[in-house]
């Protein structure tokens, strides 16, 4: 798997709230979406990673 395979919504997401420093509520303000949303593509985004990183795991942490 690429990284380029991570949707762009999901991507820009990351680049929000963990390079650029916004909160939850603020990215989801940010990109017209609920705080709902960002949470759970958020939570998707970070355990993708992780197997992205990791790819001999076969199942990523309970908590990422």
């Known amino acids: 798997r690429r990284s380029s395979d991570l949707d762009a ?3 820009q997401l990351i680049e929000l ?3 650029l420093g916004y909160t939850a509520e603020e ?3 940010l ?3 609920s705080k709902a949303t960002v949470d759970r593509h958020l939570n998707f985004a970070k355990a993708w990673l992780y197997r992205w990183m990791n790819p001999g795991m076969r199942k990523s942490p309970s908590k990422v």
């Open 9 to 11: 919504t999901k991507v």
């Open 31 to 33: 990109m017209d979406l």
């Open 27 to 29: 990215t989801a303000e």
């Open 17 to 19: 709230r963990y390079f």
